[in-house]
């Protein structure tokens, strides 16, 4: 599939050579006309993927009681920022405030920032939460929420994030680029020269067999989180599909709830990537927080109240009702095919002087 988008890059592949899988990425997702996140809603049925605000309120819910809970570590500062990165439609920001307001002194203290490049995600924010309207920012990066301890929300942010992509041959490591075949369709090669950054990203990882891919998640974004963290306070809950460091390519293209050529429709469809939670806690650590995780989704929920939340909404339903609010519990915390319990996980990054985060125990903190 031609777009225009593709045009754009096979120019720049013919004037410059071929390009890393970030830079590939970074296009696709963001150009500021092309970008698949400049010019769509990209979420539900209509759109290409259903995240876990988008199945059930309560998932919401329970991270905003989460950061209720966290807020009440950090010693219930009368001002701080509750900041979200990557917030969709709002949907999440939504049901966390709803719930949030059994503490009447949590919603007074918060100061609602959105970190959004969407234009058109940014117009269904503002939609979802205009009860709120006075109390909402918005900004293109973390870097530019104003000062102040902060509360932050990363669901379903990190796998957008740019990834490099290195594999493992003859002794080197090669980097993966996006470059021209002879007929001029985009494909991926290496580098003929070993790169020199790939073995730093590989050091505490286990000796690569012939073929092994390696991923390095583009960390600019999660550098900034913990450096803001350590300077001025506060704590991230960053849920997202992913694993705990190896080798593998998951670089992937979704198109209308189905895996798609990553190659084939650039700026058409949204690419992703499974998140390294060891690079996110090894980033975190060397910031100076502590670090808690990745524990799986769905026992991250169970230990918040999924099945007491479930139970609640049930009381007095229709039936239907109640199937419905056990699918949506199942599809968060399920281990099985379609389901998010396992291959979605939690991580927190926390200022030092802050005690354990809720769901999480003293065996789950990273040292």
Not at 81 to 101: F, I, K, Q, S
Not at 245 to 254: E, I, P
């Amino acid at each position: 599939m031609t777009t225009p988008l593709a045009e754009e890059i096979r120019a720049l592949i013919a004037a410059e050579g071929p390009m890393p899988v970030s830079r590939y990425m970074a296009l696709c997702l963001g150009h500021p006309r092309h970008g698949y996140y400049m010019t769509r809603d990209p979420l539900g049925a209509r759109g290409d993927f259903t995240t876990a605000p988008e199945i059930s309120q309560m998932f919401g819910e329970l991270l905003g009681l989460w950061a209720v809970a966290q807020w009440q570590q950090m010693g219930s500062p009368a001002a701080f920022r509750l900041v979200e990165l990557g917030p969709g439609r709002g949907t999440l920001m939504a049901d966390a405030l709803r719930a949030a307001r059994l503490v009447p002194d949590f919603g007074a203290a918060a100061r609602i920032h959105l970190v959004e490049t969407s234009p058109v995600l940014r117009a269904a924010q503002a939609r979802t939460l205009a009860g709120h309207a006075a109390d909402v920012a918005w900004h293109d990066r973390m870097e530019d929420v104003p000062d102040g301890p902060a509360l932050v929300l990363a669901n379903e942010f990190f796998d957008a994030l740019p990834i490099d992509q290195y594999v493992w041959k003859s002794g080197h490591w090669h980097e993966r680029r996006v470059g021209l075949d002879d007929a001029g369709r985009l494909v991926l090669g290496l580098d003929p020269a070993p790169s020199r950054a790939a073995p730093a990203f590989a050091a505490h990882l286990p000796p690569p067999a012939e073929g092994a891919v390696l991923e390095h998640l583009e960390s600019g974004p999660a550098r900034a989180l913990a450096a803001r963290l350590k300077a001025q306070g506060g704590a991230a809950l960053i849920i997202d599909y992913g694993h705990a460091g190896g080798y593998g390519d998951t670089f992937q293209a979704l198109e209308k709830h189905s895996f798609a050529d990553p190659l084939a429709a650039p700026g058409a469809a949204d690419l992703t990537a499974h998140v390294d939670f060891t690079t996110l806690a090894l980033i975190g650590r060397a910031a100076g927080l502590r670090a808690f995780g990745p524990l799986e989704q769905g026992a991250f929920l169970a230990r918040l109240g999924l099945a007491q939340r479930a139970a609640r909404l049930k009381r007095d339903a229709p039936e239907e009702v109640r199937a419905g609010v056990d699918a949506a519990a199942r599809r968060l915390a399920g281990e099985g095919a379609g389901q998010m319990g396992r291959l979605f996980k939690a991580l927190v990054l926390a200022h030092p002087e802050i005690g354990l985060p809720p769901a999480f125990d003293s065996t789950e903190e990273w040292v």
